[in-house]
């Protein structure tokens, strides 16, 4: 190099000395901002942030929930995961971490089984979201140099964390889960709202933990629909869910379904409303299928040789629509069903005996007095009437209609599914959720395991955060054991 681009080299050098000067001032002064608002924040909240050692010392219990207002447990330590690469998407500055996880150093060469000496350590920080506050979580993970064969290895990241090579721990997923699939809150509006807590995380970071976290626990939900379809009857509903296509400009009418049972929920998007996917859904099915008189269903009857139970609250809505045109014959029509749902409030928790007792006289007798009203004036109502079409839908799907008389554990009415279906599309108003197909499928996976919490009264952050530290290395033929309705039953 000659003596002039020396020169050159360091007037450039200098210059680029003075920008970063600058930037380190502009940088530093944030830090101190940030650092003052992690202060606040830390005093908000309850958690304690000295350095923790995992080493798998405290165990906690299985699924216990945590205690009201104290800590969630901590997640486990080890075993094997992939190689962490540098987060993405995340800017905080650079400073002490709130909980440090040491992975332990691995004791012998995987090579050839020779002793091993630590060399050095390399980090990545986690941001995790423990019960109203931001933890930074640095992972610390040595590398080992064999004695004999001078091979150098890392030790792998713990699998416990759910998602690998992402940059949130379990809290966090959770925590995006919950705010999207229970309280529907957009990715966008949740990146505004991390924004503010002074955690940048750019939407399709979110969704690419949405989507890679429906990945993994749509294992769960698929062993729960294959337990569904053993049980003795199922109760479904549709929704259409406007599906993004691939080119992102135009929208096909997808359509969501929901299955429920008194044990398991489970979301089903399809493309179309055809009588195909239910069929194929229900595979193996062979009990009663409660449902509207929707004809999408028809299929999945004939089919499977189901049997199918209608819902009284959808035919009592057909009378109720036609009081303003015949306000004395819809009255008497709805005084009549009436009766079936005041036996359902007496026997709501009686047991199955006395239900199938109630079902068999009472109930009996007013579907028999309800069907004898429909036939009396079916002749006489005006076609193309209200009435007449509330009369003409009741005569119409009488036979399911009936059949609560003799299944004293259905319900009579679908009125379940019909609010599982509102829960679910509530957010249809605030963002087109449904991306893609593969959007629609896991937004499916995930409502799934939220409603099934709702179900069975577990907090779904709690459940969430418990599954996720689990599900990598729990046995793929017991993954039921993860669903909702056996972790409230295991508690
Ligand atoms: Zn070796």
């Given at each position: 190099m000659t003596y002039d681009e020396l020169l050159a080299e360091y007037a450039a050098l200098r210059a680029l000395k003075v920008t970063h000067e600058a930037q380190l001032t502009v940088l530093q002064s944030k830090v101190e901002e940030l650092a003052q608002e992690l202060a606040r924040l830390k005093r908000q909240s309850f958690g304690v942030k000295s350095e923790r050692r995992h080493g798998g010392d405290k165990q906690t219990g299985l699924f216990a929930e945590p205690e009201p207002d104290a800590p969630p447990p901590e997640p486990e330590a080890p075993p094997a995961l992939q190689r962490m690469a540098t987060p993405h998407g995340r800017r905080r500055p650079e400073g002490q971490p709130d909980e440090v996880m040491a992975v332990p150093a691995p004791t012998?060469?995987?090579?050839?089984g020779g002793s091993v000496r630590e060399i050095s350590t390399s980090t990545a920080t986690r941001l995790e979201w423990r019960r109203g506050h931001f933890v930074q979580l640095q992972v610390r993970r040595p590398s080992c140099a064999c004695d004999q064969c001078n091979n150098v290895e890392t030790a792998p990241e713990p699998s416990t964390f759910a998602l690998p090579r992402s940059l949130a721990g379990n809290g966090l997923v959770a925590r995006v889960v919950v705010d999207k699939f229970?309280?529907?809150?957009p990715l966008n509006r949740q990146a505004d709202r991390f924004a503010r807590d002074g955690m940048t995380i750019s939407p399709s970071t979110l969704c690419d933990i949405v989507r890679s976290s429906a990945a993994l626990l749509g294992r769960i939900v698929r062993a729960v629909t294959a337990e569904m379809v053993t049980s003795g009857w199922i109760q479904t509903d549709a929704t259409g869910l406007p599906i993004l296509d691939g080119s992102q400009k135009t929208t096909k009418s997808g359509h969501l379904f929901v299955f429920s049972t008194p044990k398991h929920v489970v979301y089903h998007a399809t493309l179309t409303k055809h009588g195909a996917h239910i069929v194929a859904f229900l595979h193996g099915f062979k009990g009663i299928l409660l449902a509207d008189g929707g004809s999408e269903f028809n299929e999945a009857v004939w089919g499977l040789e189901l049997l199918r139970a209608a819902c009284w609250s959808h035919a009592r809505r057909y009378f109720f629509d036609a009081q303003a045109e015949s306000p004395v014959l819809a009255a008497e029509a709805m005084a009549l069903i009436g009766v079936l749902f005041d036996i359902e409030r007496e026997i709501k928790d009686a047991d199955l005996e006395t239900r199938r007792r109630r079902r068999d006289t009472d109930t009996r007798a007013a579907l028999l007095k309800i069907h004898d009203w429909l036939t009396r004036h079916v002749q006489g109502a005006r076609p193309r009437s209200a009435i007449a079409k509330a009369i003409q839908y009741t005569l119409n799907q009488w036979a399911a209609l009936a059949l609560c008389a003799d299944h004293p554990e259905i319900p009579i009415h679908n009125n379940t599914s019909e609010l599982r279906l509102r829960q679910a599309v509530t957010g249809r108003k605030n963002y087109l959720f449904a991306g893609s197909e593969g959007g629609a499928a896991s937004a499916a996976i995930l409502y799934s395991l939220v409603a099934s919490c709702r179900l069975h009264e577990l907090d779904p952050w709690a459940y969430l955060y418990e599954v996720l530290g689990r599900i990598n290395d729990y046995p793929a033929t017991r993954v039921i054991e993860l669903s909702p309705a056996y972790v409230a039953g295991a508690r």
């Open positions: 012998s060469c995987t090579r050839c229970l309280d529907n809150i």
